[in-house]
């Protein structure tokens, strides 16, 4: 059972937008910044969205995080074949000293 | 370009101990907090353990804790995960990765590919 809660799958078609839910508490969500990390399956994870809405360069503004009390969300607008992939939140918590990982959420693009 | 090359991983016995490496290139490596995260077949990701920068402050899983050690060195851009006592459900792909800042709270921005750690008699 993961700390940060997501849901196992979501699904849109090409063009769509779709959004990835990330439930928390105050020990990590409210208090820390959230990011959120793209994982083509037999790849690694590529960092996507850094302290909840900040986008690394490369990444394309079709992606948008944010944050609101102890939930996050990814949205992925204008949907992509390309989009298919696992999606998975993390954060620091306070009372675990370290950082979580929400379990992941497979995007298929139907 | 940021470059994060694991090694070390291979079949290992249950209670036996196996030692990681990370070569890191491309970057200051001395000014960057660093992590090792896991990802079990077909699972989700385990946050492993996190040194800072300078090696001053470790923090680790409580999954791992006791078990596990995390260090590095500056002088040859290496992180090290030493894992002891391994047991079946440490098997992994261990990835090491590098945190956005040096004291390890902005959390990963660039990983490594991965090592696969199997544990099995």
Redesign the interface.
């Known amino acids: 059972q993961?700390v940060l809660t997501q849901p196992p799958s979501a699904s849109g078609t090409p063009g769509q937008r779709v959004t990835i839910s990330c439930s928390g508490s105050i020990s990590n969500i409210r208090g820390?910044?959230v990011?959120w990390?793209q994982?083509i399956p037999g790849?690694?994870?590529?960092?996507l969205i850094?302290?909840n809405n900040q986008r690394?360069s490369g990444v394309p503004d079709r992606f948008s995080g944010s944050k609101s009390g102890t939930s996050a969300s990814l949205a992925i607008s204008g949907l992509q074949s390309e989009d298919e992939a696992?999606y998975?939140c993390?954060?620091?918590d306070d009372n675990?000293?370290?950082?979580?990982?929400?379990?992941?959420t497979k995007l298929t693009v139907l | 370009q940021v470059q994060l090359v694991e090694s070390g991983g291979g079949v290992v016995q249950p209670g036996r101990s196996l030692r990681l490496s990370c070569a890191a290139s491309g970057f200051s490596f001395r000014d960057y907090a660093m992590h090792w995260v896991r990802q079990a077949p077909g699972k989700g990701l385990e946050w492993v353990a996190l040194l800072w920068y300078d090696g001053s402050n470790k923090k680790y899983a409580d999954s791992v804790k006791g078990r596990f050690t995390i260090s590095r060195d500056n002088s040859k851009n290496t992180l090290y995960l030493q894992m002891n006592r391994l047991r079946a459900d440490d098997r992994a792909v261990y990835y090491c990765a590098r945190d956005g800042a040096n004291w390890g709270f902005r959390g990963i921005d660039y990983w490594g590919h991965g090592t696969l750690v199997n544990v099995s008699s």
């Open positions: 993961s820390n910044t990011n990390y994982q790849t690694a994870p590529r960092l850094y302290i690394p696992d998975f993390a954060s620091w675990l000293d370290g950082w979580v990982f929400g379990g992941g």
